[in-house]
Each structure stands twice: as structure tokens, then as C-alpha cells.
């Protein structure tokens, strides 16, 4: 881990019934009220922590982890991403978008910038902020943990400013390479949304391009 991303004391992951932040709370409680049987709080890491590959994605889907308490399941991102992960053996079994289908990761754990489900897909500044040690504590419970996966410009902005880097020295773009120290590395995806799979700003042989990429660097 490199020394720019400190330890932190921290859980990994957020208590059920986290109230950090405001907004994020008042919106679960109106999901608790409408979605009674769903799980409606942050979405733990999934995964083992003895991975190599670490996956951050933006936030839980109101409808796929937001319901089912899994990072990406239930959600049409979850699709492809998961479908990618089995085809690279980073997943096994059968993703049936429930988090009993029985699918199971190796060497790869995925987690999100923030845990909670923020209104229209769009946590605030300070929310990203206040979720910074859990993802930080999640890095440093991971001790073969070489690469990192951010999918989406929020993630990869996380992971940047949790290592207390420049954004402005470490640009988003697909497929692009960072180099975090510590013989880590971050590679850049588009986000696996519907919007950006439909449109074709992110097909399935360009997402497979970057776990290509994800296999050499992990070979290396």
C-alpha cells in the first residue's frame, strides 16, 4: 500500500444504519418506506480480501445492489461486468442477479466510491468525501491487492485523491494506466451503465480490451 494512502481505523465497510450523511439517510429512509423487503442500506465489498484485482464502481443502483445489498447485482451494469469477470476467472458460478445465486469471486473484489444510493445516480462532493476511509480501509484489509479497476471518472477520481495525487496529473480515459506506487496500478473503464452500453461508448470487446490489459499488468 503505498504511503500516500494511510491506514485508516475505520470499518471496511459502513454500519446498516449509517448516518454520515444526511441526504444519503433521508433518501434510504424514503426507499425503506417504499421497498420494505429490500436490503436499503451501504452495500458491503464483495469478494475476497486476498485478491489481486480490486473493482470500484460508482455507486449501489437504486434498483440492482441498492435491493439486493450486492455490489452490481441486480442492475443492468451488472450484466456485463460479472459476464466479463466469469469469462477473464475472476467469477464462477451463475449470476442470476440474487445475492444467493451462488456466484463467487477469486482473486478479484469489487466495491463502490459510495456505499449508499445517492438520488439520481449522483452523489455529492462531500458525500464522495465522507465515504473515502471506507474505500481506503478496504484497500489496506487487501495485502496482494495490485490493480485497480475504476469504472467511471468518480471511482477513478476516489482512488486518485484517496492516494492524495493530482487529478490534473492523472487524467481519466478508457484504458488509461496509472501508476499509484508501491508496485500498484489503476486502469480506467468507462462505466458499464446501460447508457454507455447502449449508446456504444462502451461495447463488450473494448471492455474486454481493459481486462486484457488487467491480465498482463497482473502477469508482470
Not at 459476464?83 to 469471486?105: Q, V
Request: glycine content about 8%; some cysteine.
Amino acid at each position: 500500500m503505498s504511503s500516500h494512502a494511510r491506514p485508516t481505523e475505520c470499518s471496511e465497510n459502513p454500519a446498516h444504519d449509517c448516518a454520515i450523511c444526511p441526504r444519503l439517510v433521508q433518501f434510504r429512509q424514503q426507499n425503506q418506506e417504499k421497498f420494505p423487503d429490500k436490503f436499503n442500506a451501504p452495500v458491503p465489498s464483495f469478494g475476497p480480501q486476498d485478491a489481486s484485482l480490486l473493482v470500484v464502481g460508482l455507486a449501489p443502483g437504486l434498483k440492482g445492489a441498492n435491493f439486493t445489498g450486492r455490489p452490481f447485482t441486480g442492475d443492468y451494469a451488472g450484466d456485463l461486468l460479472y459476464s466479463t469477470l466469469k469469462t477473464y476467472g475472476f467469477a464462477h458460478g451463475t449470476y442470476d442477479k440474487r445475492p444467493d445465486d451462488g456466484l463467487t469471486l477469486t482473486g478479484c473484489r469489487i466495491t463502490n466510491a459510495v456505499r449508499c444510493v445517492p438520488p439520481e445516480n449522483k452523489p455529492t462532493g462531500d458525500e464522495i468525501k465522507n465515504c473515502q476511509p471506507f474505500f481506503q480501509k478496504t484497500m489496506s484489509d487487501m495485502p496482494q491487492l495490485r490493480v485497480l479497476l475504476a469504472l467511471g471518472k468518480i471511482a477513478h477520481d476516489t482512488v486518485i485523491r484517496t492516494f492524495g495525487y493530482k487529478l490534473s496529473a492523472h487524467k481519466f480515459a478508457h484504458r488509461a494506466v496509472h501508476d499509484l506506487g508501491d508496485g500498484l496500478s489503476m486502469i480506467d473503464s468507462y462505466h458499464c451503465s446501460r447508457y454507455n452500453t447502449q449508446t456504444g461508448r462502451l461495447t463488450e470487446a473494448m471492455f474486454h480490451d481493459v481486462f486484457d490489459d488487467i491480465a498482463a499488468m497482473l502477469k508482470s
